[in-house]
């Protein structure tokens, strides 16, 4: 089956600074990436994402890039908010929605001030 | 518009009982997918339903079942609960449509076994 690999567990950044989060995926029939923000003792929330016929896509300060021949897939958040802080999640599955999702063991990103 | 709706919140139950869990998906929305969530496992996909079939199923023992009804509610039942068994349990409704991906998260139900 589908394994996912995010690095890294935890990652600290001044406020104003990018952050970075990076996935690895092993099934290359996998073809939908999505990415989720999770606040404590909140639902997951959908920020971003992206199918396997797109390199990039941008969203204001979000953006993901997919490499599909290396099976990795990075989160990059700009000019870093103390209400980023969170843990992201990336996810890769096969068809879309919330269907079969195999998750990254997730980031906690903080954001110092 | 009215989200996913778990119930209920918050859950204790004793090893060897039985526990079911109820999602009520986003108004129209025909897929439903459950989620185990623990500090060290991460999130694992449990089963998806859609229009009460069940489409695909991860790799949990057969303790773990569910169902989903006409109007697109599901529920999921774990039997014979083990410590083991304490998470965070997460459904998501998705439309399910052609080119329409995204999915909706509830609060989820924590259940802790003693």
């Known amino acids: 089956g589908e394994n996912v690999e995010q690095h890294p567990s935890t990652l600290s950044v001044q406020e104003g600074d990018s952050a970075v989060i990076k996935c690895t995926y092993s099934?290359?029939?996998?073809?939908?990436f999505p990415w989720y923000k999770q606040e404590l003792g909140k639902r997951p929330q959908l920020i971003i994402d992206?199918?396997?016929?797109?390199g990039e896509k941008k969203d204001q300060r979000i953006a993901v890039t997919l490499n599909k021949t290396a099976k990795h897939f990075s989160l990059h958040i700009t000019e870093t908010q103390p209400e980023d802080s969170a843990v992201y999640f990336c996810?890769?599955?096969?068809?879309?929605?919330?269907?079969?999702?195999?998750f990254g063991k997730g980031t906690h990103l903080i954001i110092q001030p | 518009k009215a989200g996913v709706t778990q119930t209920p919140r918050y859950l204790i139950k004793t090893r060897g009982q039985q526990v079911t869990l109820s999602c009520s998906p986003i108004?129209?929305?025909?897929?439903v997918s459950w989620y185990q969530q623990t500090p060290g496992q991460g999130l694992q996909f449990l089963f998806e339903?859609?229009?009460?079939?069940?489409?695909n199923k991860g790799n949990f023992p057969g303790r773990f079942s569910g169902r989903q009804f006409s109007n697109s509610r599901s529920e999921m039942n774990v039997s014979t609960l083990e410590l083991g068994d304490s998470a965070l349990y997460l459904c998501?409704?998705?439309?399910?449509?052609?080119?329409?991906?995204?999915?909706?998260f509830g609060q989820g139900t924590r259940l802790t076994v003693v």
């Open positions: 998501a409704s998705s439309l399910n449509s052609i080119g329409v991906t995204e999915a909706f």
């Open positions: 099934d290359s029939a996998s073809n939908y």
């Open positions: 992206i199918r396997s016929n797109v």
């Open positions: 996810a890769a599955s096969i068809g879309g929605g919330a269907d079969g999702l195999t």
């Open positions: 108004s129209g929305h025909r897929s």
């Open positions: 339903y859609f229009s009460e079939t069940q489409r």
